[in-house]
């Protein structure tokens, strides 16, 4: 694997940030309102999605914490929750959640200028579940827990993000869920005492990565989404695809290093992948 380029760390505004991080839409002309982009082997791919997203919930599961399983709670199902941190045995179609394809999803928990001002955090987006987190509240927590609001939750964020979509409000991706459940996590981070409860959040700004089997071209299947949490903002990718996490290996290394923490989820997406024609080599065999 080539040495990977990283990009600059530090306290960077306006010009200097658009430049570095690629702030500006990426080739949006060719994406239809049901697509993103992605990155696989240190190229850009595109995903095409074909169905509603789907959160499993077994009867096992007692995804809402009221200590009642699933089963025999027919409430916890009208509303869908879609939980980091909780993995299903099985997928959507009732197969072994051990052989479904993956889709890693970069989500940037740093703030480039340490920005301390709540009303920077997502607004909440159209339709999103009454007790989501969001706006000026969700921005006094994120400060209370992590210090700054993340870009992954900013309604502006200082770097190139594959979803939202182009013109989308934040917190929104086509064919997304627009809320998460990130109690577990938070938790498990230390950042919430015990015992876990729902903590809903609008869908973080966030990026994706595949596998190179899967990127080239692949039908419309579907991906279990692990969502990664992307801590140093030097493995950030940018939209070309030159710096940063564009491939699993890159992943791998990030996490081997600490700098990014993989957790499982209950959410799917239905989607094909074929890769786009760019012209990015500058990665390729990864």
């Known amino acids: 694997m080539k040495a990977k380029k990283r990009l600059i760390t530090g306290f960077v505004l306006g010009t200097v940030v658009a430049s570095i991080f690629g702030i500006a839409s990426a080739q949006t002309e060719t994406l239809k309102p049901n ?13 095409s999605y074909e169905e509603n997203f789907d959160c499993v919930d077994q009867p096992h599961f007692d995804l809402n914490y009221n200590r009642m399983q699933a089963q025999s709670d027919s409430g916890e199902f009208q ?3 879609c939980q980091a941190g909780t993995q299903p ?52 927590t994120l400060i209370k827990l992590f210090g700054a609001i993340p870009e992954a939750y900013k309604n502006r964020p ?23 459940d990130l109690g577990k996590v938070l938790v498990a981070l230390k950042k919430l005492p015990p015992p876990v409860k729902n903590v809903f959040l609008p869908s973080p700004n966030h990026s994706h990565v595949v596998t190179n089997d899967l990127g080239t071209t692949t ?9 990664v949490l992307v801590l140093d903002p030097a493995d950030w990718p940018n939209k ?10 890159d992943l791998r290394a990030a996490e081997k290093s600490g700098e990014a923490i993989q957790v499982p989820s209950n ?9 786009e024609n760019m012209g990015n080599t500058s990665q390729q065999g990864r």
């Open 35 to 47: 697509q993103t982009f992605g990155f696989s082997g240190g190229h850009i791919v595109e995903f």
């Open 219 to 227: 039908g419309a299947i579907w991906w279990e989404v692990i969502p």
């Open 267 to 275: 959410f799917y997406l239905f989607f094909s992948s074929h890769m």
């Open 158 to 180: 200082l770097v190139y993000t594959d979803c939202p979509n182009p013109g989308s409000p934040p917190g929104t991706c086509t064919m997304h869920a627009s809320t998460i």
């Open 89 to 140: 045995m099985l997928d959507p179609t009732g197969g072994n959640a051990n052989r479904t394809a993956q889709l890693f999803v970069l989500v940037p928990m740093f703030s480039l200028n340490k920005d301390r001002n709540p009303n920077d955090a997502i607004s909440c987006p159209p339709g999103v579940r009454l007790d989501t987190l969001c706006g000026p509240a969700l921005g006094k």
């Open 240 to 249: 070309t695809g030159s710096v940063g996490i564009t491939s699993v290996s």
């Open 79 to 81: 509303t869908p929750i």
